[in-house]
């Protein structure tokens, strides 16, 4: 079956140009389009798509906050949502991927990445090159703890390779670079990420690393 995708973006040009690249594919589907955070939330109850290509800024409502009420507990379907932005720093990204965005993508990346992406996050993994979330977290320090309160009771759910697994997902590693440094197969790596995943409820190894940094467990700027 195709991946069902809706565009939301505030400037119709560009929904033209995503939804000509996508519907080449033969395993992409433009299902609708929306011009603002409203307007997507109402396509996303109505189209129940597969991924939602998600601009930041948009009147009435931006892309932070339809990402969470799309991705929050009261969601409606499965949608996973795809971060558009202008910048690769752009202040609000931070703030989208704690919403429960599964990563972002720059608007003027190629189309075989924006087909990339969107594959991947359909497929429940995180579009967000590890070293970018890495590079987010660090420039964006200000928004996160000082690392002086103490760790969540949740990380004690955890055993001590899955926190040293955490902590090496949050300093950009891929599975394969992980299964080098602690001398493990890839598969061995990708059940304890798994495990990390449903012990702390998160949708993927974005919001793990962003948890690792909002927990306190990894300091910004740390190796």
Do not use: C
Request: proline share 4%.
């Amino acid at each position: 079956m195709a991946i069902r995708v809706l565009l939301v973006d505030d400037q119709p040009l560009l929904r033209t140009g995503f939804r000509m690249i996508l519907e080449a594919e033969e395993d992409l589907a433009v299902v609708g389009e929306a011009g603002d955070g409203l307007q997507a939330l109402d396509q996303v109850r109505a189209l129940q798509p597969d991924v939602v290509l998600m601009d930041i800024r948009m009147p009435r409502m931006d892309g932070v906050e339809a990402t969470r009420q799309i991705t929050g507990p009261e969601r409606d379907g499965p949608a996973k949502v795809l971060v558009l932005t202008t910048f690769d720093l752009d202040e609000y990204v931070v703030e989208a991927l704690r919403a429960g965005a599964s990563g972002f993508l720059l608007k003027d990346a190629p189309a075989n990445e924006l087909v990339q992406a969107i594959r991947v996050v359909a497929a429940g993994e995180a579009m967000l090159a590890p070293s970018i979330t890495r590079r987010l977290l660090d420039k964006y320090a200000g928004h996160l703890p000082s690392g002086e309160e103490s760790l969540p009771n949740t990380l004690g759910t955890l055993t001590e390779r899955e926190v040293e697994v955490l902590k090496l997902v949050s300093r950009g590693l891929s599975n394969a670079e992980i299964a080098a440094d602690l001398f493990v197969s890839e598969t061995t790596v990708k059940t304890h990420v798994g495990h990390v995943l449903t012990k702390l409820g998160l949708r993927d190894r974005v919001q793990a690393a962003v948890y690792a940094y909002e927990s306190g467990l990894v300091r910004p700027g740390a190796q």
